[in-house]
């Protein structure tokens, strides 16, 4: 790859920490019509034990990934995380949203695994399975859930809201859904477990113990507690999550009652994931995994505190679900083509912001005119046309409708960012990746990727290759070095093959490609299922 030319229009440029883009994914549904008159692709050829992890800080569109591979998998792997991941997936118009469910849910043939570094909060998780009804109805019997994973209630959720309010403007940002209180209570062993339902009376015990200890621990008023905060506390207190949640109860007696009844439906599909997995590696089955949240939120190698609370990387797959590294032959990360993240933290080449407050990026758009409907934005609809300047950071963020699945909230944009996909792909060991979103970029004038870093100390030496700083003080001295490439013109959420993209779209992508130092194998244009194409091996300009 050293060796490769990507032509003149690769225009090196100084350090400047400016960044700005455009991006689109096109109208959904129009997209589907498209898919459905396109030739079927080729099927992949499938790994034994595949694992899709996020490069950068989530958000990706690994979903789309893992439901086409799914379609050739025997089993389908979740290994961290809860609810407070969320993957969109497209399929033939029709749009599903998962917070629990793995992917492969999609295929009616395949298994699917929830692993024992789950935290799973049930009331979710059977609500999904009732939305699948139409799709499947006996989807239920296709899911299996780790007697080792842990059951996140609704206090753990109640204890997020109060301990985020008292960060105040310290706040990290994070979704609300009880994940740190849930892998808290499995850190000082007063948690619950899957495995807990199938002996109820141990489960009620539990359960009640739980409740009370956290009751005891934050169930009282305090001081300084904003309204907000007073109304959890009472909920807590009182056990009556209805006050909080749409999907609450009123008490502790309904609530045990409600997981009596979890006990009996969820009976046959609570089962030791570690031997049902090794039993389909054994048969020669393959195995898929699918990874929640991203590398940069990863307990340990992500941007501390503002990461999550499980371990999002490579290690995680081994011990959420109990297999051994040898087993594992291909890890592919998925990147956004350009970068994003939800809340709050530093953010090298970041362009616009949840509040679309910052001045932003303008560069020259020249594609195809575009539409996006905003409910309830104070300037209503979002529209670009050609040969108009547009704020880069705010496009993307329109155009690539940038919400988030599970918090709904605006996603921070920014130019795409390789010294972290670097350290990304270091930490897990990359086969490929495959870039997703690319049809964003069309119509933009000009392309930044941020090719290295240098500190704000000493500007005149470039970071070493790989290296990503652990401590916020040092990330945020962090000076963005960009190179630009010309952007293109053409449509091309309709491509199918590697040869159809415009030749600098190509260019944008073997560019990635010899930066990070790992090859790309899959390239996607669009929301649907057949908007994602594999790239041959040893793909070109030709």
């Known amino acids: 790859m050293e060796g490769m030319n990507f032509g003149s229009n690769v225009i090196k440029e100084a350090t400047s920490p400016m960044p700005k883009r455009r991006g689109g994914s096109g109208i959904e549904d129009d997209i589907s019509v498209l898919s459905m008159m396109s030739p079927p692709a080729p099927a992949p050829v499938m790994p034994k034990f595949c694992v899709v992890l996020g490069a950068q800080w989530g958000d990706e569109g690994k979903g789309k990934l893992v439901d086409i591979l799914a379609q050739y998998s025997s089993v389908c792997a979740r290994f961290n995380g809860g609810a407070n991941a969320g993957h969109t997936l497209v399929v033939d118009g029709k749009k599903y949203a998962f917070h629990l469910l793995p992917c492969g849910i999609i295929n009616r043939t395949c298994k699917n695994v929830i692993g024992n570094g789950v935290v799973c909060h049930v009331p979710t998780l059977m609500k999904e399975l009732e939305a699948l009804k139409e799709f499947d109805p006996n989807a239920l019997h296709r899911v299996f859930i780790s007697t080792r994973a842990h059951v996140l209630i609704d206090t753990h959720q109640i204890i997020d809201g109060i301990l985020e309010l ?72 009182e056990y009556n999550t209805k006050a909080i949640f749409e999907n609450g109860v009123s008490n502790l007696e309904e609530e045990l009652e409600r997981y009596r009844k979890y006990s009996q439906q969820l009976r046959a599909q609570v089962v030791d994931t570690v031997t049902f997995v090794h039993e389909e590696i054994s048969r020669g089955n393959n195995v898929l995994v699918e ?11 992500g941007t501390y505190p503002f990461v999550t609370s499980s371990s999002t990387t490579i290690g995680g797959v081994c011990t959420g679900l109990g297999v051994p590294p040898k087993f594992i032959d291909n890890v592919i990360g998925v990147v956004k083509a350009f ?25 020259m758009y020249n594609g195809p005119p575009q539409t996006v409907e905003r409910k309830g934005h104070q300037d209503g609809s979002y529209s670009v ?12 963020q329109e155009i690539g409708r940038e919400y988030g699945t599970t918090t709904g909230r605006r996603r921070r944009t920014g130019w795409l960012d ?16 495959n870039i997703t979103k690319l049809d964003c970029l069309t119509g933009l004038s000009r392309l930044r990727i941020c090719i290295s870093y ?53 260019r944008y992508c073997l560019r990635v490609q010899q930066l990070v130092g790992v090859p790309v194998s899959w390239v996607g244009v669009g929301p649907d299922r057949s908007a994602m194409f594999q790239v041959p091996p040893g793909a070109d300009l030709r």
């Not at 240098?454 to 945020?476: A, C, I, N, Q």
């Open 166 to 237: 008292e960060k105040g403007s310290m706040s990290i940002g994070t979704t609300k859904r009880g994940i740190g209180p849930a892998y808290s209570s499995k850190a000082v062993r007063n948690g619950l477990r899957f495995g807990d339902l199938l002996h109820f009376d141990e489960f009620e015990k539990s359960l009640r113990e739980l409740v009370s200890w956290s009751q005891r621990r934050f169930g009282e008023p305090r001081e300084r507690d904003t309204e907000e905060q007073k109304k959890l506390r009472q909920a807590l207190r």
């Open 385 to 396: 046309e050609a040969k108009t300047k547009v704020k880069v950071g705010l496009l993307l």
């Open 418 to 433: 390789v010294p972290l996909v670097k350290y990304s792909s270091l930490v897990n060991g990359f086969d490929s990746i």
């Open 454 to 506: 240098r500190s704000s100390d000493m500007t005149e030496v470039r970071l070493p290759r790989g290296y990503f700083p652990s401590h916020l003080k040092d990330l945020e001295k962090v000076v963005p070095e960009y190179e630009t490439l010309e952007g293109w013109t053409e449509d091309i959420s309709a491509c199918t093959r590697w040869e159809q993209l415009p030749i600098n779209a190509r």
């Open 291 to 301: 990874g929640a949240n991203a590398a940069m939120l990863d307990i340990d190698f």
């Open 339 to 363: 970068t994003t993240r939800v809340g709050a933290g530093p953010f090298p080449t970041e362009l616009q912001n949840e509040l679309q407050s910052l001045d932003d990026e303008v560069v």
